[in-house]
């Protein structure tokens, strides 16, 4: 007898047992009646037997389980099925009831001053004859509005509107002065929008999560949060398809979504859930992509509740591997940070190895906006970065943007990952209104901003702060340690400010890595025979040829030529021995580099994996070593060459200067040529 069971209907059964108990009694047939009905339930009850036990082989089959049945096997995996959610994401709200008028200062002249009445802007044609305006909106100079009595004056290259009191900030050249218009419309939580109604479909509904409002003089606010009053798909709508609002919150309100909106769910159906269970089961090797895929799709941020419905894991050429994650409106990235963490109060000797209890992974170093888009840039204005202490500079253009004059935080990012030779990348944060910088590396990620060496400095439009950036600041016996060490570089001055009389036969001075002084000569010579494409020495060649040039005569270091500057970075890379130093030479008196001008390179003091937050000191600790991650001891100090003899001031009424966190001040100290300074060593083994 075959194992494997064959259904039958109520029918066969039936049949089957008539059959065999009409043929053991010889009865013909049997009429309707009592001893029918038994045989009609036994076999009803015999179907139903049969019903339930296929039923039960079904339901522990994944293939053949649904509703209930495959929610347990689901739970068995920890698993459970996505519920219904509302699609959600970011809008623009618009003011088409007039034109947004706006010039910038005037950058031909000095920057305005506090008090300032007559200011210089670009133009100001456009303006009314009286009116109000704002200066330096989204940035740290902000201040308006100030009113203005009198026509705007042409005064050649510039226009002078003349205020009716002076200002109260300092301003910067290339600051926006905008115009007064509409005031500040306001925009409740809760507000409306929709897409349009059409014949057959209903219109699908949108509202507003927070507060929010259009400047004075602004016909725009970006990245206003919405979310569909509907849970369901029904909430994903392509980009450019909710245009009206519902109620009139201003007059000429309008408003668009600039991407579409993904993240909205049904709830899951059988076919998906057992799809996830199958890739549970496959990715039982924990490691694997699949393995990470699946465990990370489904999983909710604690934060902002938001849940990762996509996953890609992409393999760099570094053999790194990054998964990003998506909740349909492009997730961000989240940070806290750690005030300070003691990893060793007091060493015993010979401690290395470390790990950090902070939560995992420990965030690259970045810097963030402090400004919130549409940020006022301009074409060919210049954003610089020293990445690792090197810098980089990435040149915006205006094809780059729909308004370059007001830029989506989403352009700017788009903007800089668009120029590959960049030693940076952006991403956006706090919902897609700012920007962030990190570095592409994961050694020598240090991160600060830089001025241009020529041009405008888009920073002034954008807000990142100034200051050195790290991943970790990690203090030994309270001071901080260098995670990838530095290299040693010298920087020329702007090529533009070299003097034109810079010619055949000029020389450089320069001591690489404490060696002797390498006497250089920069000959006609030298540009053709190193194929620059120039035949002459000039101040004007290019800065390639120029770095051509000093790579084929300059021994231990190399020169590069970028951003208006010339730099030179000794070739021992990070390493205390590594030092460049400017002696002298004609180059020095022509303004190419300034005289004894020199930097020095440092060791790596420790490694430290970001991942795991686990770190390795390249010098183990030695007895009474402390290592604490950030520090309570954050003065600074400055702090003098060792003296072995006494100290003789050079003159009478010599003067020691001090700045402490505040503008200059004059403190006299009475010292003179005849005032003796005695310096001691405090008792005990360290002084704060």
Known sequence: M?????????????????????????????????????????????????QDIFNLLNSISIDHASGSALDNLAADENLTRFSVSASSGLINFLDTNFTKKSTAVYQGSAAPNVGTTALRVVDASNFPATGSIYIGRQTINYEGPLSYVVAPVDSGPYWTITLASGTTKFHNVGETVILAQGGVRLLPAGTVVQTPQGNVSTAIQFSTLYDSQIEDGETIVESVEVIANDPGIVGNVPALSITEVVGTPYVGASVTNTIPFTNGLSAENDESLRERIKNVRKSRQKGTSLAILTGIKGITSPEDN????????????NNSVTLFIDDGTGYEETEAGVAQEVLM??????????????QRPIAKAFIAT????????????????????????????????????????????????????????ARTVSQGTKVALFSKSETNETIEMSIPVVGTNANTFLGFPSGINYTLRLYKNDNLLNKDGDYAIITSNAQSGWAATIADGDTLQIQVDDTATQIITINDSDFVTNNTGFTSVSSTNSLTAWATVFNAKIAGATAVGANGVLTLTSNLGTNNR?????????????????????????????TLNRNTGQLKLNASLTEGDSLVAATEFTRGYVESLEHTTSVTLLAPGANLWFVVDSEAEILSTGANSSVVLTISKPAGDRAR
Not at 306 to 317: D, W
């Open 370 to 425: 402090t400004l919130t888009s549409p940020f006022t840039l301009s074409a060919g204005a210049k954003l610089t970065v020293k990445v690792g202490g090197v810098s980089s500079e990435h040149s915006f253009v205006a094809s780059e943007f729909k308004f370059i004059e007001s830029a989506t935080a989403y352009e700017v990012v788009a903007a800089i990952n668009g120029n590959s030779s960049l030693l940076f990348s």
């Open 345 to 358: 109060d007091s060493a015993l000797g010979g401690e290395q190895y470390f790990q950090l209890a902070s």
């Open 2 to 50: 075959s194992n494997i069971p064959v259904p039958r209907s109520y029918v066969q059964t039936l049949s089957d047992m008539l059959d065999t108990f009409l043929s053991r009694t010889g009865i013909k047939r049997l009429k309707i009646g009592p001893l029918l009905n038994i045989f009609e339930s036994v076999a009803q009850s015999q179907t139903r037997n049969s």
């Open 306 to 317: 938001k849940t990762v419905i996509s996953t890609s894991l992409i393999s760099s050429q």
């Open 578 to 606: 590594a030092k460049i130093k400017i002696i002298s030479g004609t180059l020095t008196t022509k303004d190419m580099f300034d005289v004894l001008d020199e930097d020095t390179g440092s060791n790596s003091d420790y």
